[in-house]
C-alpha cells in the first residue's frame, strides 16, 4: 500500500511539474486520465492551471471516447469559458461560446455539506455516519463536490442513523438548499447508499433547473453526460441527449443513434438508430456515416445493399473517418459490378457537394 500511494505521489507531482510549464491541453488530460489520475485530481489540475483546451463536436466526441468524464468535460469548459477572449476561436462558435457563459455556474459543481447523527442502544449507533455518507455520495455523484464548510454550501445533506437492537435500523435524510429550504420531502427507510443515490439525483435536478440554460441545446447534452456518470442515471441522460438530439446537436444525435443500437435505457429499434445516425452523418459526422455503412452492410434496420454499404463507409472516409477496412471492402467489393462503382464514386462526389463535412 505504501509503495502504490508513493507512485501515485509521483505520478501527481509529474504531472504537476509538466503542466506548470505549458498550458494543458486536450492531450494532457487524455495522458492523465490514461496515466490512471482520478477525475478529482485532473479536475484540480485544470482549475488551478492554465489551460487551453478544444471543445468544438469532434473534440468533445473524442474525449468522451478515451474515457474522459462529463465531470472532467464540465471542468474543461468551465476553464474555458473564463479564459477565452478570442472571438473568432474555431473550437466553438460564437453561439456556444456564448451558452457556456451564460452555464459556467452550473458547470462548477454545486457544493454539498453533510452532516449525520446516529441514536440507538447498540455500540454500532456510536458511529459518525458522516462519513460513510460522503463516501457514498462521492462515489455516486461524481459530479458534485464535497465540502466540509456549511457557510460555502450550495447544498446540506443530514442523516438521523438510527440502530436499536440486531435488526432495527432506520436512515432518515433531508435535502436543502442554501436557503436552508428543504429541497424534497424527509425520506425514511433504506440503506446509507441508496439515499445518498437519491440525494444526488434531487440536488442534481434541481441545481441545473436553477442555474442552466436548459433550452440550449449544448447545455442539454452536458447535462446529459453529467446523469450519464452516475448510478442509474441512463434514464435522464437519455431524455436529455434526446432534447438536444432533437434541437439538431450532433454529438447528442451520435448518443442517440448509439443507444437505440444497443437498446441503452430505450428499446432497442435499429431503425431508430439509423435515423439518428443520418441526421448526424447529413451534418457532415464521420463516425454516424460509418454507423450507417455497416448498419447496410449487417442488415440492421435497413435492407441488405453492399452499395450503399460501400458509398457510407468511403464517405466516411472522405470525411475524416479512416479509410474502409481492407477485409470489408473485399466482402463487399465481389457483389458490385464496375457501373456499381462508378456509381458509388458520383454519388459521394455529389454528396460531399452538398453537405457540410467536419
Given at each position: 500500500m505504501?509503495?502504490?500511494?508513493?507512485?501515485?505521489m509521483?505520478?501527481?507531482?509529474?504531472?504537476?511539474?509538466a503542466?506548470?510549464?505549458?498550458a494543458?491541453?486536450n492531450a494532457?488530460i487524455?495522458?492523465?486520465?490514461?496515466?490512471?489520475?482520478?477525475?478529482?485530481?485532473?479536475?484540480a489540475?485544470?482549475n488551478?492551471?492554465?489551460?487551453?483546451?478544444?471543445?468544438g463536436?469532434?473534440d468533445a466526441?473524442?474525449l468522451?471516447?478515451a474515457?474522459i468524464?462529463g465531470?472532467?468535460?464540465a471542468?474543461?469548459?468551465?476553464k474555458a469559458?473564463t479564459?477565452?477572449?478570442?472571438?473568432?476561436?474555431?473550437?466553438?462558435?460564437?453561439?456556444?461560446?456564448?451558452a457556456?457563459a451564460?452555464?459556467?455556474?452550473?458547470?462548477?459543481?454545486?457544493?454539498?455539506?453533510?452532516?449525520?447523527?446516529?441514536?440507538?442502544?447498540v455500540?454500532?449507533?456510536?458511529r459518525?455516519?458522516?462519513?460513510?455518507?460522503s463516501k457514498?455520495?462521492e462515489?455516486?455523484?461524481?459530479?458534485?463536490?464535497i465540502?466540509?464548510?456549511?457557510?460555502?454550501?450550495?447544498?446540506?445533506?443530514l442523516?438521523?442513523?438510527?440502530?436499536v437492537?440486531?435488526?432495527?435500523?432506520?436512515?432518515?435524510?433531508?435535502?436543502?438548499d442554501?436557503?436552508g429550504?428543504?429541497?424534497s420531502?424527509?425520506k425514511?427507510?433504506?440503506s446509507?447508499?441508496?439515499?445518498?443515490?437519491k440525494?444526488?439525483?434531487e440536488i442534481l435536478?434541481?441545481w441545473?433547473?436553477?442555474c442552466c440554460?436548459?433550452?440550449?441545446?449544448?447545455?442539454?447534452?452536458?447535462?446529459?453526460?453529467?446523469?450519464?456518470?452516475?448510478?442509474?442515471?441512463?434514464?435522464?441522460?437519455?431524455?436529455?441527449?434526446?432534447?438536444s438530439?432533437?434541437?439538431?446537436?450532433?454529438p447528442?444525435e451520435?448518443?442517440?443513434?448509439t443507444?437505440?443500437?444497443?437498446g441503452?435505457?430505450?428499446?432497442?429499434?435499429?431503425?431508430?438508430?439509423?435515423?439518428?445516425?443520418?441526421?448526424?452523418?447529413?451534418?457532415?459526422?464521420?463516425?454516424?456515416?460509418?454507423a450507417?455503412?455497416?448498419?447496410?452492410?449487417?442488415?440492421?434496420?435497413?435492407?441488405?445493399?453492399?452499395?450503399?454499404?460501400?458509398?457510407?463507409?468511403?464517405?466516411?472516409?472522405k470525411?475524416?473517418?479512416?479509410?474502409v477496412?481492407?477485409?470489408?471492402?473485399k466482402?463487399?467489393?465481389p457483389?458490385?459490378?464496375?457501373?456499381?462503382?462508378q456509381?458509388?464514386?458520383?454519388?459521394?462526389?455529389?454528396?460531399?457537394?452538398?453537405?457540410p463535412?467536419?
Amino acid at each position: 500500500m505504501r509503495k502504490m500511494c508513493w507512485l501515485a505521489m509521483v505520478v501527481v507531482l509529474g504531472c504537476g511539474m509538466a503542466v506548470g510549464q505549458t498550458a494543458l491541453n486536450n492531450a494532457a488530460i487524455v495522458k492523465m486520465h490514461a496515466a490512471g489520475l482520478d477525475d478529482d485530481t485532473i479536475v484540480a489540475l485544470i482549475n488551478s492551471q492554465p489551460g487551453n483546451y478544444s471543445l468544438g463536436v469532434e473534440d468533445a466526441i473524442a474525449l468522451k471516447t478515451a474515457g474522459i468524464g462529463g465531470k472532467v468535460i464540465a471542468a474543461m469548459a468551465g476553464k474555458a469559458s473564463t479564459t477565452s477572449t478570442n472571438t473568432n476561436s474555431t473550437s466553438l462558435s460564437d453561439e456556444a461560446g456564448t451558452a457556456l457563459a451564460h452555464t459556467h455556474n452550473a458547470f462548477e459543481s454545486p457544493r454539498v455539506y453533510v452532516g449525520a447523527q446516529s441514536v440507538g442502544n447498540v455500540w454500532a449507533a456510536l458511529r459518525d455516519q458522516s462519513m460513510e455518507l460522503s463516501k457514498d455520495l462521492e462515489r455516486g455523484c461524481p459530479f458534485i463536490k464535497i465540502t466540509i464548510t456549511q457557510k460555502n454550501a450550495d447544498y446540506t445533506v443530514l442523516l438521523n442513523h438510527i440502530e436499536v437492537g440486531t435488526f432495527g435500523r432506520d436512515n432518515q435524510i433531508q435535502v436543502a438548499d442554501s436557503t436552508g429550504d428543504l429541497i424534497s420531502s424527509t425520506k425514511e427507510g433504506g440503506s446509507i447508499d441508496g439515499n445518498a443515490r437519491k440525494s444526488c439525483l434531487e440536488i442534481l435536478n434541481n441545481w441545473f433547473a436553477k442555474c442552466c440554460d436548459i433550452d440550449n441545446p449544448e447545455t442539454q447534452y452536458r447535462i446529459g453526460q453529467v446523469y450519464s456518470d452516475i448510478h442509474k442515471g441512463d434514464d435522464l441522460a437519455i431524455d436529455w441527449f434526446k432534447k438536444s438530439a432533437a434541437n439538431g446537436y450532433v454529438p447528442a444525435e451520435i448518443e442517440m443513434g448509439t443507444a437505440y443500437a444497443n437498446g441503452r435505457s430505450v428499446r432497442q429499434d435499429y431503425q431508430q438508430s439509423y435515423f439518428w445516425f443520418e441526421k448526424a452523418a447529413n451534418l457532415g459526422d464521420a463516425r454516424a456515416a460509418k454507423a450507417i455503412g455497416y448498419m447496410y452492410l449487417n442488415h440492421e434496420g435497413v435492407a441488405l445493399s453492399y452499395a450503399d454499404a460501400l458509398f457510407w463507409l468511403e464517405l466516411s472516409g472522405k470525411m475524416g473517418g479512416g479509410s474502409v477496412d481492407t477485409n470489408v471492402r473485399k466482402l463487399i467489393t465481389p457483389h458490385l459490378t464496375a457501373q456499381d462503382l462508378q456509381a458509388i464514386e458520383s454519388r459521394e462526389s455529389n454528396w460531399l457537394h452538398t453537405h457540410p463535412v467536419h
